[in-house]
């Protein structure tokens, strides 16, 4: 598990060269050419630098060992800065893009020196590009065969969706801006650029949804993956002294910290050393199938039917 969080440290950190680059000459160019697209752009890469950071703030808080006022660690600081960059794209880039487009229609203006923004949008697609290929790159153990939709709504890892999806929408949105500045010299038209900067826009906000929705998840807590799931049953009832799982409950605590509680059924005719025997073996076999679970809780019962816990019942 130390390795999947190398692998979104090396993802946050390519994406912050690209995007710190890209932002300067970005900025350059919107002064040069008068370009709303190249503004646009240039504040969403201010927004994503600045988002880069802030990930590296969080994985950095969550390192913090337990104390006594945060007994289970710090591991949720990596979703809490995650939805915080999720706020701060939607804002920052949306909210701006648009304005900046609905202004650029309604007042547009002639480019200037086209050729310095269509030579800076080309060099900043190869940069977003290669940090895109990067954020795939160390996804991809964590993704297997799912599809990245998949991967996006169901990873507990909150940085590389993260990356991933300001990487995407990063070079699509450069692809937007190269369009509304070429319309815009080819026609002769500023309107184009404006339509370019809202399509920017646009992207932005649906990018910023997806992850606030996300993350927003992370952070009040999700369980285990059907997968871990199935696993963690599978070996409580791999010893014949477990007869049956009464209830099983778990929630990341961090994207590598994974706490399990769980009541089962033993075998009636053990006596206290064979339960806990059964218990520590138990135990044992959880940590081994499921890397990420930190935290494991198991309480040796009796099978009563009214003990089976059923989450969609309300308690009374």
């Known amino acids: ?43 969403h890469s201010v927004a994503d630098t600045g988002n880069e950071a802030l990930l590296l ?13 945060h007994q ?9 800065y995650s939805f915080v960059v999720a706020l701060v794209l939607f804002l920052m880039g949306c909210v701006f893009a648009i304005n900046e487009a609905i202004h650029k229609i309604r007042h547009p203006e002639e480019i200037e020196s086209p050729w310095v923004a269509i030579g800076i949008l080309g ?13 795939r790159k160390q996804s991809v153990p964590l993704k297997g065969k799912n599809s990245w939709w ?24 450069l692809l937007f801006a190269l369009a509304g500045v070429s319309l815009s010299v080819i026609t002769g038209n500023g309107v ?19 992850l606030i929705i ?22 409580l009832l791999a010893d014949p002294r477990i007869e049956r799982v009464i209830r099983l409950q778990s929630q990341y605590l961090g994207p590598q910290d994974l706490l399990i509680n769980a009541k089962v059924a033993v075998h009636s005719g053990l006596d206290i050393t064979e339960v806990s025997a059964a218990i520590d073996a138990a135990d044992e076999r959880i940590h081994a199938a499921v890397a990420s679970a930190c935290t494991i809780y198991l309480e040796p019962d009796v099978f009563r039917p009214e003990l089976v816990h059923d989450p969609a019942k309300k308690p009374t």
């Not at 995007?19 to 040069?32: E, Q, R, S, T």
């Not at 289970?72 to 809490?80: A, E, H, K, L, S």
């Not at 060099?123 to 954020?135: D, Q």
């Open 1 to 43: 598990m130390a390795e999947q969080g190398e692998d979104s440290k090396i993802a946050i950190l390519a994406a912050l060269g690209a995007n710190a680059g890209i932002m300067v000459a970005k900025f350059i160019g919107a002064f040069i050419t008068g370009s709303s697209s190249m503004l646009a752009e240039a504040v």
């Open 57 to 69: 703030v969080g994985r950095n808080a969550a390192d913090h060992p337990p104390d006594k006022l």
């Open 72 to 80: 289970f660690g710090y591991g949720r600081n990596r979703y809490f």
């Open 123 to 135: 060099v900043s697609m190869l940069l977003e590009g290669g940090s895109l290929l990067t954020a």
């Open 150 to 173: 998949h991967f996006i709504r169901n990873t507990r890892n909150p940085e590389l969706p993260v990356v991933l999806l300001e990487d995407a929408g990063a070079v699509i949105g």
């Open 192 to 210: 184009w650029d404006g339509v370019g900067t809202l399509l920017i826009g646009t992207l932005l906000g649906v990018n910023a949804v997806i």
């Open 214 to 235: 996300e993350t927003k998840s992370l952070l009040i807590g999700e369980g285990a993956t059907s997968k871990d799931d199935a696993a963690i049953r599978a070996a």
